[in-house]
């Protein structure tokens, strides 16, 4: 039972470094979620694909970009590191169904983060 | 971006108490999610509710979304040290277009229940 599998754990940068982070889910979830976590912000959302083929940006997409690489596969680049981008970083992928309400999401599974450290 | 306000931010509570937090929204979804988040761990939904008024119970856990769909409440009974852990919510867009994918959380409320 991998269910969302994110690579690395741990990772630390220096200023203007490039580096991408992985996120596979096993699934076959069509949404796929990025999302950084820091100390009294909640989850905050970078990008979104609600399916293969398709991204979006989120809340926070400034100094990211993203791949849907294929149903399984969302990755995460940072292209130049900057000390703000210091985070936990946490893939996601959920379903979508249509309900009497409107669309709504079904269960979103999380990787175990990756804990970036940007000096 | 449609945001979820949560409180209290904080709340540090006796082993027995009862307590509740807050999610609210000025946006209408058309569900909301409760998650439970542990230290190094990925958030872990705890329960989804779909319709305005809906009450669902998970052992101690009530959950409550309100009668607009803008807002819900998670009360816990007699809470014990392993409640302790991060609680969010979160939201689905309750309108179509690519927008609507995005889900949303709200801060989080940090509960501590001291033995």
């Known amino acids: 039972n991998a269910g969302v599998t994110q690579t690395p754990k741990f990772q630390v940068l220096k200023t203007g470094q490039s580096m991408t982070l992985q996120c596979a889910q096993d699934?076959?979830?069509?949404?796929m979620y990025w999302y950084r976590q820091d100390p009294g912000m909640g989850l905050r959302l970078i990008y979104y694909?609600?399916?293969?083929?398709?991204?979006d940006k989120g809340e926070v997409p400034n100094g990211y970009n993203v791949s849907r690489l294929n149903k399984r596969e969302f990755s995460l680049r940072l292209e130049s590191a900057a000390p703000s981008q210091t985070s936990v970083y946490f893939c996601?992928?959920?379903?979508?169904?249509?309900?009497?309400?409107?669309?709504?999401?079904?269960?979103?599974?999380f990787g175990q983060g990756t804990r970036l450290t940007v000096v | 971006t449609q945001l979820l306000e949560q409180s209290p931010q904080f709340l540090s509570i006796q082993e027995g108490e009862n307590l509740t937090v807050y999610c609210n929204s000025s946006?209408?979804?058309?569900?909301l999610q409760w998650y439970r988040q542990e230290p190094g761990e990925g958030p872990v939904l705890l329960v989804t509710v779909v319709t305005g008024g809906e009450v669902k119970k998970l052992k101690r856990l009530t959950f409550q979304f309100g009668d607009a769909r803008k807002d819900s409440s998670l009360h816990i009974t007699a809470a014990q040290p392993g409640d302790t852990g991060l609680y969010l919510c979160a939201g689905a867009g309750g309108y179509s277009g690519a927008g609507s994918y995005q889900l949303t959380f709200g801060k989080g409320t940090k509960l501590s229940v001291i033995p």
């Open positions: 946006s209408v979804f058309s569900s």
């Open positions: 699934m076959n979830h069509n949404s």
């Open positions: 996601a992928s959920s379903e979508r169904k249509i309900y009497y309400t409107g669309p709504m999401n079904t269960e979103a599974f």
């Open positions: 694909s609600a399916s293969e083929g398709t991204t």
